[in-house]
């Protein structure tokens, strides 16, 4: 099993400015890491889904890459997203070059079932670095986590605003006013990789539009020359309205054709997931730019002390190796700022 290096994006509006979001996630760390002991030790408190998903985060000490690259302190938010099961046993296969079994393995007092996944964020950008491995949290969930928790703010300070409007009876040309430049959300993008893309598009019941960037475009060349005899890229938007019959198929096994094309810069897709969830992902044409890790080598260096937090992600082997990605010339241009 591999473990696979995602980016993402986040486009934040309103009020509510990404040094917020990182104070209101760090709150949100600090009072998620005082319960994990009691999630540990009682399973059942994490609820009907049997899973809960803790955010720990701090910000990056300076970081300097084999290669020379620097990243400065405070560039990156560094952290990691736990997905802890109440699950309390597992089956495993065992053999003893005879025979092979399978049993029940059961966990010890004090012990609980979790994934984990590890992330950095740029502060300046917001946009980041995600490793993902089968059956952990997906990169899609973590950002949904932090757009929930920037809604949840702009929410109370539209309440608190509106509070206060009624207790010193604002005109209600003001509270408009008010709560106009109370409005925000945030927005994201995942970069994921041409393997990723068929089985995301599968889930899509709607795709509103999908913008495909060519390294060179030769039937545009000839339409309409001269203007675009010499551009950096070429670039389609196809918009979409309501689907009718089998034309979202036809559109998702569009999509997974344009994996094979060779020419690609980008393709970014834009639709729906079930319970009307909007979904927007970028396809990375460049097959090498996010790095691949076997799990059976890397998983002994997933060690955390949650007493101790900051200074076991500073250390961390694994946010080390997303660092040391984010020095990289390909992913360092897409993660800095414009």
Same mark, same amino acid.
């Given at each position: 099993m591999k473990i696979r290096m995602y980016g993402f994006e986040w486009q934040l509006t309103g009020p509510v400015k990404i040094d917020d979001l990182y104070g209101l996630l760090r709150q949100k760390s600090q009072r998620q890491? !005082? @319960?994990?002991?009691?999630?540990?030790?009682? %399973?059942?408190? #994490?609820?009907?889904?049997?899973?809960t998903e803790v955010i720990c985060l701090t910000k990056n000490q300076s970081f300097t890459s084999p290669r020379g690259s620097k990243v400065r302190a405070?560039?990156? +938010? #560094?952290?990691?997203?736990?997905?802890i099961r109440s699950i309390k046993a597992f089956c495993a296969l065992q053999? *003893?070059?005879?025979?092979v079994t399978l049993a029940a393995q059961h966990l010890g007092k004090g012990q609980a079932a979790a994934d984990v996944n590890f992330f950095i964020v740029n502060g300046a950008s917001a946009r980041g670095l995600y490793l993902h491995y089968h059956q952990s949290t997906w990169v899609d969930t973590f950002c949904r986590i932090c757009r929930d928790?920037?809604?949840?703010?702009?929410?109370?300070?539209t309440e608190a605003a509106k509070e206060l409007s009624e207790k010193q *009876? +604002? %005109?209600?040309?003001? +509270?408009a006013s008010e709560r106009k430049n109370l409005l925000g959300n945030l927005k994201y993008t995942i970069m994921v990789? %041409?393997? !990723? @893309? %068929?089985?995301?598009a599968k889930q899509l019941t709607r795709i509103k539009n999908v913008t495909v960037e060519f390294i060179e475009d030769e039937h545009s060349k000839s339409k309409y020359l001269p203007l675009a005899a010499n551009p950096r890229r070429v670039s389609h938007r196809l918009v979409y309205g309501k689907h009718k019959g089998g034309e979202l198929k036809e559109i998702k096994e569009g999509i997974c054709e344009l994996v094979k094309e060779r020419v690609l810069r980008k393709v970014r897709v834009e639709g729906m997931l079930p319970g009307d969830l909007e979904q927007?992902?970028?396809l990375e044409g460049n097959y090498d730019s996010f790095g691949d890790f076997l799990f059976n080598e890397v998983i002994d260096d997933v060690q955390v002390d949650f007493d101790n937090l900051e200074a076991s992600l500073v250390g961390s082997p694994m946010i080390k190796r997303l660092l040391e990605a984010a020095c990289t010339e390909s992913i360092k241009n897409r993660l800095e700022p414009s």
């Open positions: 890491c !005082a @319960l994990l002991g009691r999630m540990v030790e009682d %399973p059942e408190s #994490i609820g009907g889904k049997g899973v405070g560039d990156y +938010w #560094i952290g990691l997203i736990l997905k053999s *003893d070059g005879k025979k928790t920037h809604g949840a703010e702009i929410i109370r300070r *009876d +604002w %005109p209600r040309e003001k +509270w990789r %041409p393997s !990723a @893309l %068929p089985e995301l927007v992902f970028e």
